[in-house]
């Protein structure tokens, strides 16, 4: 399928992939707002996935019991509200037990193909929008309007998200390196760039010079 019937499909997408704590959904939120987009954390979809199999009882990594329970799993991403079956669980997904499994979830190749579909879904419903994740560029929407990978170095991924959430700083950024590796060395859409994204490191920039960076970057891609 060519971009045009892409974009009267899907209309004016913008892929945000990278790495864990780069900064993605901050620069990805700000930039939705900035151009009058609706913006899709779909890390979220993945958490949201997990959460529900831990409600379930269901084994993280039995991939035939997660795969039969995947689609009936009702999630709504709201802004950054997230309801999991009718329940709100907005804090319950960014905890400690989601974050600890949610790469076996999202390594099974069945959630994926329920969770992209939905994704689509989302952005077909709205005629567009900022989409975030680490596969919107390259299997997601590879046609997208602007394709971005957000990146920074582990050591300032960890003390970004040690200045939000507290912790150690050494033990963030080794847990930040080990999901890294996990996300990039699995079979079904590891983490990769697109060949065609503009790789943005953020190491050094504030919020601000990114997107005044970026939203040029669409300026001139029109
Ligand atoms: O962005 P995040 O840390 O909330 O993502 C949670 C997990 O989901 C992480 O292990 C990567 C995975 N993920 C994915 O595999 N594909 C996406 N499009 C988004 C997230």
Redesign the pocket.
């Known amino acids: 399928m060519g971009l045009i019937e892409h974009e009267a499909d899907w209309g004016l997408v913008i892929a945000i992939d990278g790495p864990?704590g780069a900064g993605?959904s901050t620069v990805g939120r700000a930039l939705a707002e900035r151009l009058g987009l609706e913006y899709l954390?779909?890390?979220?979809m993945?958490?949201a996935m997990t959460f529900a199999a831990q409600q379930r009882g269901v084994t993280e990594g039995d991939l035939a019991a997660v795969a039969e329970m995947a689609p009936d799993v009702d999630i709504v991403v709201d802004g950054s509200r997230v309801l999991v079956d009718g329940v709100d669980a907005t804090a319950e997904i960014r905890g400690r037990a989601v974050t600890a499994a949610?790469?076996q979830v999202?390594a099974n190749p069945a959630v994926r193909a329920v969770l992209v579909d939905r994704q689509r879904a989302w952005v077909a419903e709205r005629g567009g929008g900022v989409v975030e994740?680490?596969?919107?560029g390259t299997v997601?929407f590879p046609d997208a309007r602007l394709k971005l990978y957000v990146t920074a170095s582990p050591r300032v991924r960890a003390e970004r998200r040690v200045g939000e959430i507290g912790g150690d700083v050494d033990e963030v950024e080794a847990s930040i390196i080990e999901?890294d590796r996990?996300?990039s060395s699995r079979a079904h859409?590891p983490?990769s760039e697109a060949a065609d994204a503009i790789v943005v490191d953020t190491t050094g920039m504030t919020v601000d010079e990114v997107v005044d960076h970026v939203v040029g970057l669409l300026e001139a891609a029109r």
């Open positions: 864990a993605k954390d779909t890390g979220a993945y958490r949610v790469s999202a994740g680490r596969d919107i997601v999901r996990h996300d859409s983490l």
